[in-house]
């Protein structure tokens, strides 16, 4: 008997509206843990206090809640922290999704946007902006849209190198992925290096590890546009996306027309992971290890995988930024460093398992 590719796997018996409000508790239980902890500690209550207070005052309502925080507690919990917590859930959030696309698009559940160089892609853009000034003219979006075309022109050619006859290869495509990778890591180091700004190149360089430290307010607005919209849209493909992760073949029988929808997903998942990455830097294998485990828990069919993962991702980011700023404080370690500690070893446990130790291919 075949065993089932497990992005054909059976949905499981929890609904998928239990599931979602399960992790959503679990989603705010941890981002009022990551707010309130720190080198200074603040109460849960008095985080929900100033929120509350802060978005009644922000509707044009006077709160009704005592103020009974210090300036300092204030500064730490709405200037600091929460911008920063809310940011790390936006962006595990949207590369968990981007992950979950990725697999479905090639079939392969080892494709996420770090391995197969998108992130990378994203890096160069967002750094050729901020090093040489490109794209001024978009102003402030500047940044977003270098990652986005940069991101774009990766994913394009990482498929395309991928194509063997027509169809993607499952190891060609890790392979193409991981060597447009490296070039385009050794393009950023590059551009950082002779950008001729010391203090430039040294914010770059932290920027490229991953990282969440000095997230403003401001910053928030296009990632949680970006990311409802493209969830949104999604999630109304996700017939089409469970019949392309049945097979080429088995999607055009069903009446997909699989080009014109691939090229449409190739849009998307550039523009999700260029918005992400412009934001918070490259921050590798969430795409990966989060839709594995998702499909663990709800199956396969896209309406229950792609909010489960979102949901999903942004917990895990949450959990990991709050560690990467408190294991070794006062120093902080890049997010991105973190993730790689995490997500390598579990690349490595699903390589063994898909392909053994042979090389025999999934």
Known sequence: ??????????????????WCAVLAAILATALTFAITWG??????????????????QAAGIEPAVQTSWSV??????????????????????????????????????????????????????????????????AGSYALTAGAFAGALAATLLVYALAQVQGRIHATRL????????????????????????RELAAALMTWTLGTLAGTEWKELGLPALVLAASLAWL?????TLNALGSGEETAMTLGVNTHGLRRRLFIVVSLLTGTMVAV????GFIGLVIPHITRMLVGSNHRRVLPVAALGGAIFLV??????????????????????????????GMLLRHTGFGGRPA
């Open 1 to 18: 008997m075949q065993p089932i590719h497990p992005l054909l796997a059976p949905a499981r018996r929890w609904p998928i509206a239990l």
């Open 39 to 56: 080198t200074v500690s603040i109460e849960p209550a008095t985080v929900w206090r100033i929120a509350a207070a802060q978005l009644l």
């Open 72 to 137: 300092q507690q204030f500064q730490i919990v709405w200037l600091i922290r929460m911008p920063r917590v809310l940011l790390a859930a936006l962006v595990g959030a949207g590369l968990a999704v981007v992950g979950v696309v990725m697999q479905a698009m090639v079939r392969n559940l080892l494709a996420d946007p770090y391995l197969l160089g998108v992130s990378s892609g994203a890096s160069v853009g967002a750094v050729s902006v901020l090093a040489y000034g490109t794209l001024a003219m």
């Open 174 to 197: 890790i392979l193409s992925g991981v060597a447009v990778g490296y070039v385009l890591v050794g393009l950023t180091s590059l551009i950082t290096l002779t950008s001729g700004q």
């Open 235 to 239: 999630l109304l493909q996700a017939r």
């Open 280 to 283: 918070s830097g490259a921050i």
């Open 319 to 348: 959990l990991v930024d709050l560690l990467a700023r408190t294991w070794l404080a006062p120093t902080e370690i890049p997010a991105g460093v973190l993730t790689s500690l995490i997500g390598g070893p579990f690349f490595v």
